[in-house]
């Protein structure tokens, strides 16, 4: 397959992999959409959209109709397999080995920037997609200037999951892709790309490994505004960045009480729907369509993913939360930065600023948390000028 010869001997090894899900696994997910009952007409679920209060009943009953008879789950099977995959292990600073999933787009060129792109919650690495299908349509294998690996993170649809005896955080995620561009012949350097909890690994990324060289996001979260900026008299004040945050009390269900979000909505494909589901909808500029979201819903359930995806919330509200305090550290990495105003928490540059070494920045009129799902050419551009800038300084 073109784009899938990796440029040097990988000291890891590589098994080429392909998503096939068995027609069982497709028979039992109708069965239990076709049997699992909608609840009765409430106020607040006829009267959602307009009052924001979630998701609708109306929505829901028209998305499990065509979940039923519309979409085409071979289809999306297809797309996704388009593009090169592989499975990989590596090994953590303990020595225990874990199984990485990644997609990637490996250039013929010896020159090309090693790139890796991180996907955060409710994703997967086919958020990147799009972007993925950009590129190919942009640049030929001989030509492309970049080496780009998109994993699914430890705990998400083929990577391992979170080691069942002990805590595992995005320093753990982190320290396993340095390992994993290492592996792949990235030891002399590379660029990382993430937004959400992608962010998170990203940020971790630049902190503490020198093989990356410089970091792009397009999600960063403050709590209160901090110091420095004109906002930080007014901790909990004003900002509209602010007063969106409050809306979303997801996560604290998720650093809280993982054990039973996990255990919910891994048992009914209808419940995962409503709570994915709505993250879609809300959380984008424009609403994806309905066989984007259902892909991202299927392979959660086809993979047992959503138990095992939310571990890292818990170190950003939960009980663990003090143990990531590096997040407030400086960030010395040379650092870009998109701007979405439709992101969830649509954090101002000049935040951004007073905690990164910020050497690129660039502001959008639309957009939204899923930036590679929904704008991947602005995104690509944005990362492509981005390296431009940084990358011959930093990789000297």
């Not at 076709?34 to 607040?44: A, F, G, I, Q, V």
Request: net charge negative; proline share 8%.
């Amino acid at each position: 397959m073109p784009y899938s010869t990796p440029p040097f001997s990988p000291t890891i090894s590589l098994e080429p992999f392909t998503l096939s899900i068995p027609d069982n696994d497709l028979d039992e997910l109708k069965t239990l959409i076709r049997l699992s009952r909608l609840p009765k007409k409430t106020y607040e679920n006829t009267h959602a959209e307009e009052k924001g209060f979630g998701v609708g009943r109306e929505w829901l009953e028209g998305t499990k109709k065509y979940w039923l008879e519309g979409y085409d789950w071979r289809k999306q099977e297809s797309r996704i397999n388009s593009q090169p995959a592989f499975i990989t292990t590596v090994t953590n600073s303990d020595g225990l080995e874990y199984k990485i999933h990644f997609a990637a787009l490996f250039s013929k060129r010896k020159d090309a920037i090693p790139i890796i792109l991180s996907h955060g919650w409710p994703g997967a690495f086919i958020e990147f997609l799009g972007l993925m299908e950009v590129v190919r349509s942009k640049y030929s294998e001989e030509e492309l200037p970049y080496h780009l690996i998109f994993p699914s993170t430890p705990g998400y649809l083929f990577s391992s999951p979170p080691p069942l005896d002990r805590e595992f955080s995005v320093r753990d995620v982190a320290y396993l892709y340095d390992q994993l561009m290492k592996g792949l012949g990235f030891g002399d350097g590379y660029m990382a790309q993430g937004g959400d909890v992608g962010s998170h690994i990203t940020n971790e990324l630049g902190r503490s490994h020198n093989t990356c060289k410089a970091i792009h996001l397009n999600m960063r979260v403050f709590q209160s505004p901090p110091e420095g900026t004109p906002e930080s008299s007014q901790p909990w004040g004003i900002p509209e960045f602010l007063t969106r945050m409050q809306k979303f009390g997801y996560n604290l269900e998720h650093a809280t009480r993982p054990s039973t979000i996990g255990l919910v909505l891994g048992s009914n494909p209808i419940s995962l729907l409503c709570w994915i589901g709505e993250k879609f909808v809300e959380w984008s500029d424009e609403t994806p369509p309905l066989d984007t979201i259902l892909t991202f819903i299927s392979l959660y359930w086809f993979c047992d993913t959503f138990p095992s995806s939310i571990f890292s919330y818990r170190y950003g509200f939960g009980s663990q939360r003090h143990v990531q305090s590096a997040e407030k550290e400086y960030q010395n990495t040379p650092t870009g930065y998109s701007y979405f105003p439709k992101e969830i928490v649509p954090t101002p540059v000049h935040f951004v600023k007073t905690a990164h070494n910020l050497v690129w920045s660039r502001e959008h009129k639309a957009g939204g948390h899923f930036a590679a799902l929904e704008v991947p050419e602005t995104l690509l551009d944005d990362v492509e000028d981005f390296v431009k800038q940084v990358w011959p300084e930093v990789s000297k």
